[in-house]
DNA sequence: GTGTTTGCAAAGTGTTTGCAATTTA
DNA sequence: TAAATTGCAAACACTTTGCAAACAC
């Protein structure tokens, strides 16, 4: 089952995170987190901006994502050597990657089973562990 | 146990790939396989390269490192938005990342276990499933 | 000789930054 | 009004490309 999350929790994520209420982060967020789970890159999230007659600049839109991240309200995805994209469902789960089309879907985090890892060097944690299932065609 | 590469491997792959056994291209087999498992990136490689006084150009070692790729003598790995590793080992296998220091260390496949995986869409298939462990200082 | 490969410098791509103007509290 | 945020354009890092010179077969 899918959560939505609800307009003023992101509101309050913002104020929590001491990121002022600007028009162009609500913007976002709303455009971000009403439309359920998302991937999205900086570029495409720009130009939906634009679509939807916010005005945003692209130095915004990357300033925003990366604020959103460290809030912990978007997590990253390092699948493309040469975009970042940022999902909206922080949750731990994995990924497909189509690569002719680069979209990206989810995994349900229990279909796949890690098993006993080796341990990190002292003094070192393990801060995720991303599994990416590369799809192409046949 | 891990298997060294003979030189004379190279050289057969290198003519099976239909790529000419240039100066360059043997100087960097050389470097890439004469030492057990690597992960480099073109920079570094470049960086070893004039170090060890053999002359070549930074877009070279590019294009043989996609070369190598192409023709199944190197693994590339994407841990990193804004660079691209590459993996001596191309054996199926994992990877920890070290994000402080930006290094990368394999894995054996068999310490990670993937459970069931979702099916691909009809016409697509997995190319493959790739498992990185971030690691960061506590 | 003929086709491949190389090196250089220029172009490209996605991303970040500096700073004046604007907005928020 | 003081501090934070924005937008723009310039700067950036990494990677790719075009083309003449060098090289392999």
New binding site residues.
Partial sequence: MKKVRPYSHVLDQLRTA????????LA?AKLLFEGGDRHV???MLHAEALGAAV?????????????FTNAGILREIVVD?????FDTNTSNHHHFFFEDSGELQDIESDLITIGELPPPPPGKSVKSVDVVVRITAD
Same sequence: chains 1, 2.
Avoid at 18 to 25: A, E, H, S, V
Avoid at 56 to 66: F, G, P, W
């Fill in positions: 001491g990121l002022r209420p600007t028009r162009q982060r976002l890159t900086a570029e005005r945003v600049s692209l130095a915004t839109v990357y300033n925003t994502l990366h604020q050597a040469s975009r970042s994209y």
